[in-house]
């Protein structure tokens, strides 16, 4: 069943599973979702009591995990309009020409085309192939660095996912959302770190925490980048 709380002026919506255990769990999903597992003889009011308790911590988890959400506005992809790039801010110039070309000139990223409902294939594809190169450039000394814990991805891939920025799966491969390319190196670095931190911590759990500060100080710095840069 699927029930609230009120928590101040935050409604915390919930999904409520009974089954036969000892006591009560509280998950809350990359997707922001409340997972709410109690005994079958829990009382509905014990169970929102519980989650009152638990809201500071709910809200964390759920602000934790919305700096992986990607947020960037769809474009039109015309003349004139901004897109970023590692951080930065770039404006598209369109030119009706051969051959086909994506490249950075200056302040823009300029596009060489016969048709111009070209661009954003053409855009997108450039995004994507720096993407490849860069992301595995900035990984390699990532990587190298957590090989003291004994740990190491069995691979690195790039997957287009619409909630997240990255995750690590169970068999230890790490995938990265490609509109990463549009945020800064701290902000890539960021991902890929707390990502190699899973390595070691499948939970955010307070030693998964501890990880990731170690090996990255400034962790929050860049995750608060994150949340605002591609809003």
């Known amino acids: 069943m699927t029930t609230a709380i009120q928590y101040g002026s935050k409604q915390i919506d919930f999904r409520l599973e009974y089954s036969d255990r000892k006591s009560l769990g509280i ?29 500071p911590w709910i809200i964390r988890q759920q602000s934790f995990f919305l700096s992986f959400h990607p ?74 660095n957590f090989k003291k814990h004994k740990v190491e991805p069995n ?11 990255g995750s690590c799966t169970a068999k230890g491969k790490i995938i990265l959302n490609p509109e990463l390319i549009k945020a800064p190196k701290g902000c890539i670095e960021y991902v890929i770190i707390h990502e190699l ?5 499948h939970d955010h759990t307070q030693k998964f925490i501890d990880l990731q500060t170690k090996e990255m100080k400034d962790w929050e710095k860049w995750k608060m980048k994150l949340e605002t840069l591609l809003a």
Request: net charge positive; charged share 30%.
């Open 155 to 165: 691979s690195i891939v790039l997957r287009e996912m619409s909630t997240r920025w």
């Open 27 to 55: 998950t809350v999903t990359p997707d922001l979702n409340v997972l709410v597992k109690a005994p079958t003889d829990t009382s509905l009011e014990k169970v929102k009591e519980k989650l009152r308790k638990k809201a």
């Open 71 to 144: 947020k960037t506005p769809a474009r039109k992809f015309v003349g004139g309009e901004t897109h970023l790039y590692l951080g930065r801010q770039y404006r598209l110039k369109i030119l009706q020409s051969k051959p086909e070309s994506v490249k950075l000139k200056g302040k823009f990223i300029e596009v060489t085309t016969t048709n111009k409902a070209r661009a954003k294939g053409l855009v997108n594809e450039w995004y994507l192939q720096n993407a490849k190169t860069k992301f595995h450039a900035i990984a390699k000394s990532l990587i190298d």
């Open 197 to 201: 931190c899973h390595l070691i911590h």
